[in-house]
């Protein structure tokens, strides 16, 4: 079964910056396109950023110009570097095949942006 591992979250300010990492338990990244996800309270889920197998990435349109999606296919690890966090980017973040599978959503990581 593969699983999808998040980590990195956590508490910062706004203007601040975190790195997430997204480990995959087996080597399935070199073949898929993959994804990094939000869902903020009482929202739905919805896509931040997505890479393909060439490297070609997607942004949505608020994470533009601030995060960065990227891919080490040897480690099996997706990345999200989110700079200028705002407070509307509180949520709990995912990674996922891009489109996403429903038996692939991992525990998430949670990333707070308050003052």
């Known amino acids: 079964q593969v699983q999808l591992v998040e980590s990195g979250g956590g508490l910062v300010q706004p203007g601040g910056s975190l790195r997430l990492s997204c480990l995959a338990t087996?080597?399935?990244?070199?073949?898929?396109?993959m994804g990094w996800y939000r869902q903020a309270l009482g929202k739905k889920r919805e896509l931040v950023a997505s890479?393909?197998?060439?490297?070609?990435?997607n942004y949505a349109d608020f994470a533009k110009g601030r995060f960065t999606i990227s891919r080490d296919n040897a480690k099996d690890t997706v990345y999200l570097q989110m700079n200028s966090l705002e407070l509307e980017d509180t949520a709990v973040y995912y990674c996922?095949?891009?489109?996403?599978?429903?038996?692939?959503w991992g525990q998430g990581t949670q990333v707070t942006v308050s003052s």
């Open positions: 087996k080597t399935i990244f070199r073949f898929n396109d």
């Open positions: 890479i393909t197998m060439d490297y070609i990435t």
């Open positions: 996922n095949l891009d489109p996403p599978q429903r038996g692939m």
